[in-house]
T-cell receptor, first 109, second 112 residues
Framework: GQNIDQPTEMTATEGAIVQINCTYQ??????LFWYQQHAGEAPTFLSY????GLEEKGRFSSFLSRSKGYSYLLLKELQMKDSASYLC??????????FGKGTTLSVSS | KAGVTQTPRYLIKTRGQQVTLSCSPI?????VSWYQQTPGQGLQFLFE???????NKGNFPGRFSGRQFSNSRSEMNVSTLELGDSALYLC???????????FGPGTRLLVL
């Protein structure tokens, strides 16, 4: 079957670095997405990986290993506004995006 | 560019009624996907449309249906509403099915 796993909750402090892991099992693979969703709001796009390696975008980076079915989102210099749910989504071959249930990140001062 | 818009934003219905939700994609986007989001299940895929054709359908009962118009706007309909249909319904658009999806603000449906 097709499945995405990510931790349910994580906590961190302001200024720290946090890594949110995601493992996936899909029939074929056409890319891995990360979205951020604040409470009561719609998901917003953060990053996209289709090749192995690290993609850096400001304070956020995303890594993909296709052979391991593994990705992570790295958040540096955490700020209170980074408290949100982070959704990992994979695109199998020829079908729609599959989303994980999200990781709720709480950043404290 | 204006983002994805969804109407209405909030809706209260009673069991047995039907509801139609609307989604206008980002200008130039031809692919629209619909998702249901609940606290326990996360984002569940409903349908994907591209150029007025349904490309994929999620594992939802036949009470859930959708369509896409020639201007890429999309509607989804839920008939014979059940309490369990209470959720946030999100629409996302992309230039094509393989591209990044951008989400609208959602329609929050409450079924009493």
């Amino acid at each position: 079957g097709q499945n995405i796993d990510q931790p349910t909750e994580m906590t961190a402090t302001e200024g720290a670095i946090v890594q949110i892991n995601c493992t996936y099992q899909t029939s074929g693979f056409n890319g891995l997405f990360w979205y951020q969703q604040h409470a009561g709001e719609a998901p917003t796009f953060l990053s996209y990986n289709v090749l192995d390696g690290l993609e850096e975008k400001g304070r956020f980076s995303s890594f993909l290993s296709r052979s391991k079915g593994y990705s992570y989102l790295l958040l540096k210099e955490l700020q209170m506004k980074d408290s949100a749910s982070y959704l990992c989504a994979a695109r199998p071959a020829g079908t729609a995006l599959i989303f994980g249930k999200g990781t709720t990140l709480s950043v404290s001062s | 560019k204006a983002g994805v818009t969804q109407t209405p934003r909030y809706l209260i219905k009673t069991r047995g009624q039907q509801v139609t939700l609307s989604c206008s994609p980002i200008s130039g986007h031809r692919s629209v996907s619909w998702y249901q989001q609940t606290p326990g299940q996360g984002l569940q895929f409903l349908f994907e449309y591209f150029s007025e054709t349904q490309r994929n359908k999620g594992n939802f009962p036949g009470r859930f249906s959708g369509r896409q118009f020639s201007n890429s706007r999309s509607e989804m309909n839920v008939s014979t509403l059940e309490l369990g249909d209470s959720a946030l319904y999100l629409c996302a658009s992309s230039g094509s099915p393989q591209e990044t999806q951008y989400f609208g603000p959602g329609t929050r449906l409450l079924v009493l």
